[in-house]
């Protein structure tokens, strides 16, 4: 009997560690403001906990860490806290390349950089540059990252691509979806973990 075939993923391999974990930076101000701290302090004690997260994910073998920093509704909070991201972002980039390239770390950011200064679109670019091809693991960072964001850049990408161009919509069925989200380039996610009080 010929049985269609199927167009639903092979289940991913069992690993001891996930190779996929996702992690949503919240939390950080709510944990300053607790500590009768600027909620700025937060912020930089979350950078501390992110470097020490990857630390260790390097060290257990897992294969793609994905971090979601910044997000496009961030945006609304007070510009003095939003103006101090933007400068720890930028200070991240410039000091932790350096050690994310030494230890194989390849870094990939994703999410519209139209926002964003020169300086800081061009750092971003420098840092990329610099680690792409590394092979110990992938770092993503989602900053001014949406699903919204994520759904139109989709689009846009399906439609620039010849299969589409020439199939119609039938030819998305066709398409590796990796040419249309940057997120479907990555090993299946087995555990998201938020710090301000929820994992799946």
Not at 16 to 44: C, K, T, Y
Not at 97 to 125: C, M, Q, W
């Amino acid at each position: 009997m010929n049985l269609p075939s199927s167009t639903t993923q092979l289940v991913p391999e069992v690993h001891s560690f996930p190779q996929h974990v996702a992690i949503i930076m919240d939390g950080n101000g709510r944990w300053a403001s607790a500590r009768r701290l600027p909620r700025v302090a937060g912020h930089e004690r979350g950078l501390a906990a992110l470097r020490k997260t990857v630390e260790a994910s390097v060290s257990m073998g897992i294969k793609a860490l994905t971090v979601f920093a910044f997000s496009s509704e961030n945006w609304r909070r007070p510009e003095e806290e939003v103006s101090f991201l933007m400068t720890l972002f930028l200070r991240a980039l410039r000091r932790e390349v350096k050690e994310l390239h030494r230890n194989g770390i390849e870094l990939r950011i994703i999410g519209d950089l139209d926002g964003f200064s020169e300086p800081l679109r061009k750092a971003i670019h420098d840092s990329v540059e610099r680690t792409r091809g590394n092979k110990a693991m992938v770092l993503t960072v989602a900053v001014n990252y949406g699903g919204r964001w994520d759904l139109l850049n989709a689009v846009n990408k399906a439609l620039e691509q010849a299969t589409f161009q020439q199939q119609g919509p039938s030819g998305l069925l066709r398409m590796p979806f990796a040419l249309i989200s940057p997120c479907l380039t990555f090993p299946s996610l087995i555990f998201s973990f938020e710090p301000g009080g929820s994992s799946a």
